[in-house]
C-alpha cells in the first residue's frame, strides 16, 4: 500500500473511530434503581410514580375524565411529599389562536430562606386524544416530583421553588398561558425550568434558553456528568411551527430552559408513547439535568444573569461554550491562522480559490447524490420515509449515496488542484459559510467556529512538519469537525426522521470537504464500484423491508364528517397533515378510498380538498346545540349557550370574516378574536372550544359593527366514531396507527347568529 493509500485509509479509520466516540458521548446515563441514595435522582422511583399517574396507560386529554383523575393522582403525591399546593381554574385562550379551555393547573411551592423570586420547575399533565403520554409529558412530571422530593428533603435553599403542572398544554399552550397571564404569583417568578418530551427515548437536551443565559448554562455545566444541547437548535427552533410551554415564558420576557427528547420520535402522540416503550435512561437524563441545576440555580442570588453564551454542547465528553460576543473575533482569528499558514507553506492563492470552488462543487455533489438515493428508493418502490421507518436499512442508503457524491468530486477536484490547495480552499469555503451564519444565525455559529478554530491551529503547527507527513498530521483536524458534522446526525434523525432527508445532508457535506483532500489516492476505480455496489444493496435492503411494524407503524387517522344540514357523511383518511399523508397509504386501507376525484368535505369551505375519502352512513347523533340567550337592542353582542349533545371533546365556533368579531369571551374572561387566513377555516373567525365532553358554555361574542342573522357553523368533534365505519377501524390495527388529535368525528351543523 502507498503512501497515498495510506493516507485514505487512515482518514477513514480516524472518522470512524471518532464518530463512534462522539456518538457514545451523548448517550443518556444508566438509570439509578431504587435503592439508589436518597440525595439523588433515581429513574426507578420517579418510573414508578409514571406507573401510578398513568396506571390506565391511556390517553388524558384535557377536560376529560381520565385527565382529573391524573391531576387528583399528582395532587396526592404532592401531598405525600408534604409539598403545599394549590389549584388554579379558569377560563383560558392560545395567544397565537383562538384555542380555549377551561383549564386546571396544580401550583405547589417549597419555601426558601428568603423572599427572592421563585425558582420555577414546569411540566404539563394532559396529553394528546391519542397517546397515554408517558414520554409526553408524563416523564416531564415524574422528573419533577422525583427532584422535588430531594429538594424538599434537603431543606430551604435561598429561593423558593415553584412546581407549575400546566393543563391544555396539547391544545395551544393554554395551561401556561392561564398561569403567565392570570395568575397572582406570576411576578415573583424569576427563572423558569420547563421539561418537556416529543417521543420515547434519547437524550435529554437544552432546546433553547433565553438571551441572557451565562448564569444558567454556568449552573448546568458545573458538576453535571452529562451535559447535553446545542445552541443551533435554539436558532431551529425559532423557524419551526413546534411549541413548548417555554414559548410563553419567552413571551412574558422571563428566564429560563427548555429541556426535551426526541428519541423514537415516531411514538410521539401515539398509543406507542406509553408506559412500556418509556425509556428509564431519559427519564435519568431529564432527573440529571434538573435536580442539580435547580439546587445551584436556588442558592445564588440572580443579581446579574450574564450576558448571552453559546454553545456546543458535549464534544468527546467536555462541554463547549463562550460569550456571544466573542464569536465574531474568533472568526478572524481562525482566518488569520489559515492566512498566516498559507503564506508560510506557500500556498497559491489561485489554487485556494480554485480548491473553494471544487469544495463548493463536492458539497453539491453530496447532497445531491443524498437526494437522489432517496428518490430512487420512492422511483422504484414508491415509499416515502418519515418517522415510522426503520433505520438501519435508510442509513445505509444514506451513507452510501453520499459517499457517490464524495468520490465524483473527489475525482474531479484531484485532476485540477493539489490536495494542500482543495485542504485550504475546503477550510476557505468554511469560513464563508460561518460568516453567513455568524449574521443570519448567530446562535448556531459554534457549529463552524469549533472546527474552524481547531483547523486553523493544526494548520499551523503543519507548517514545522516535514513535507511527507503533512497531510498525515493535517488529518488531525477530522477530529474536531466530527462532532459539528456527522456527530449531530443522530439528534437530527432523531428529531427529524427521513422524511426531512435534506436536513441531515448539509451536514454529512460538510464533513465530505473536510476529508476529500485525503482521499486523492484512493483507488477511484475500485472505490466507486464498490460504492455503487453498497448503494444498490442498500435499496434493495430499503425496499424489501418491512417499512412498517407495531412498534413503528404507519400514522394514519381515520376522520368522519357529517353535514346535518345536508344529511351527508364521509370518511377521510389522513396522517400527519389534515387532508395528506406522510407517505403512500397502503393496504389495506387504500382500498376504502381508492380512486376518488378530489373534494370538499365540508360545507364552508370549498377550497380545501381530499383526495383520500369516501361516502359513507350517517351517524344518526345528534349535534351540537347552540342558543341565544341575550342580544342587545344595538345587536353589537351575541350570548349564547353551547353544548354537545353526544358529550363530543370539542366545540367549534365558525363565524365568517363579513361578522366582524371582536372579542369573545367566558364568563368575566374576554380574548381577541383571531381570523384564519388559510386551512380548513380560511376566511371565518373560529373559536376552539376544548373539554367540553358534560359542560355547558355560555359564549358572550361582541361585535365591532352591530350585525343581525349572522349566519355561522358549530362544530363539535370527538374521537369516538360511528357504527358504520368499524370495518375500517378493525382493518386499522397492527402496523397502523392514529397520531396528534387521532380519529374525529366533525358534527357540522348551521346556525343563525
Known sequence: MNSSNRLAVGAIFLSCVFFLLQYMSIQPPTPKGLDAPANEFSAARAYVLLETLLAENRPHPVGSPLNKLVKSRLK????HLNIAFTEQKTWACATRFASCANVE???????????????????????????????????????????????KREGPLLHPIMLIFTDAEEVGLVGAEAFFQQHPLTDQVGIVLNVEGSGSSGGSMVIRTSNNNALMLKSYTEDHQDPYGFSFVKEIFKRMPNDTDFSVVARAGIAGMDFAFAGERNHYHTPNDNLENIDLRTIQHHGDNILPLARRLASVTWDDMGDEVVYAGEVYGTWVQWDAGYSTPLWLAAGILFLIAMLRLRVPGGSVIKGALLSFLTLLL???AGGAGFYLLLLTTGKIISWPGIEWPYR?????????????????????VSSL???????????????AVLHYLPAASNTFLVPLLWAGATTIV????????????LMLVLIMTIPFTLGLLFPLEQSQGYKLVWALLPFIALFAITLSPFLFGLNQRVAMVSTLLGVTLSLIYAATNNLYTEYRPQQVNIAFYEDLDHDKAYIELAGNGRAMLAEP????????????????????????????????????????????LATPPDRSRRVLRLRSERGASRLVVLLPEASLLETFSFGTREFDATLSTRGLFKGYYPIYINGMYDQTVELTLKFSEPKANLTGYVMDISTKLPASVDALVLDRTGIFAPVHRGDQAFLIKQFVF
Open 76 to 79: 396526592t403525591e404532592l401531598a
Open 105 to 151: 393547573n396544580v401550583i405547589a411551592t417549597i419555601p426558601g430562606s428568603s423572599e427572592l423570586p421563585y425558582l420555577a420547575l414546569m411540566a404539563h399533565y394532559d396529553s394528546v386524544p391519542m397517546a397515554p403520554g408517558a414520554g409526553d409529558d408524563g416523564a416531564g412530571v415524574v422528573a419533577l416530583l422525583e427532584a422535588a422530593r430531594v429538594l
Open 366 to 368: 453530496v447532497i445531491l
Open 396 to 416: 445505509l442508503l444514506l451513507a452510501s449515496s453520499t459517499l457517490v457524491g464524495l468520490l465524483v468530486g473527489t475525482l474531479i477536484s484531484r485532476r485540477f
Open 421 to 435: 490547495g482543495l485542504f485550504f480552499g475546503g477550510w476557505l469555503l468554511w469560513l464563508c459559510m460561518a460568516a
Open 462 to 473: 503543519a507548517c514545522s512538519v516535514r513535507p511527507q507527513w503533512r497531510m498525515n498530521f
Open 585 to 628: 397509504l397502503i393496504e389495506p386501507l387504500a382500498s376504502y378510498v381508492a380512486g376518488r376525484e378530489p373534494a370538499s368535505l365540508v360545507p364552508f369551505n370549498t377550497d380545501v380538498m381530499s383526495d383520500q375519502w369516501a361516502p359513507t352512513d350517517t351517524s344518526g347523533w345528534s349535534g351540537p346545540s347552540a342558543h341565544i
